[in-house]
């Protein structure tokens, strides 16, 4: 091949040309690489390992212990509705209490439940359901009284 080349080169002069530009296109990807290389080298004998495990120790910690305090956050949230919803219960089950119970009369038929009335004598159908209302000085009155 060496001499197949070097006689082309000695009958064409732009045949050398193209060899040496051809030669030098590769010489320069070479060096590239081998540039490359000697940086990736460079950069592997600096990095030290133990300090990257312990900056993701320190990470990892750091990441666990928000994820526990938002969670305690949330425990102490869900518990504080929990405790106003009783106290919301049990000062409806006072008001409840103070009422005589109703006793429900015997029904020979089935339909008989919608001819019955409300508490206020209208028919159960064109009386709209009553809202319940909150008195803050009331309940606070029963909060005291425990």
Avoid at 61 to 79: T, V, Y
Avoid at 101 to 110: F, I, L
């Amino acid at each position: 091949m060496q001499k197949e080349r070097e006689e082309e080169e000695l009958n064409n002069p732009m045949k050398v040309l193209e060899n040496r530009t051809k030669d030098s296109k590769l010489e320069m990807e070479v060096l590239e690489n081998l540039q490359e290389l000697k940086e990736l080298n460079q950069r592997q004998a600096n990095v030290d390992f133990e300090a990257m495990l312990r900056q993701y120790k320190e990470h990892e910690e750091e990441q666990k212990r928000r994820e526990q305090e938002e969670d305690e956050q949330e425990m102490k949230a869900m518990l504080e509705e929990v405790q106003n919803r009783r106290l919301l219960v049990d000062s409806d089950s006072d008001e409840e209490a103070a009422k005589p119970p109703t006793k429900p009369a015997a029904k020979t038929k089935p339909t008989d439940i919608l001819q019955e009335p409300y508490k206020d004598g209208l028919p159960r159908a064109s009386s709209p359901p009553q809202p319940r209302f909150q008195d803050p000085k009331g309940q606070q009155e029963r909060n005291d009284r425990r």
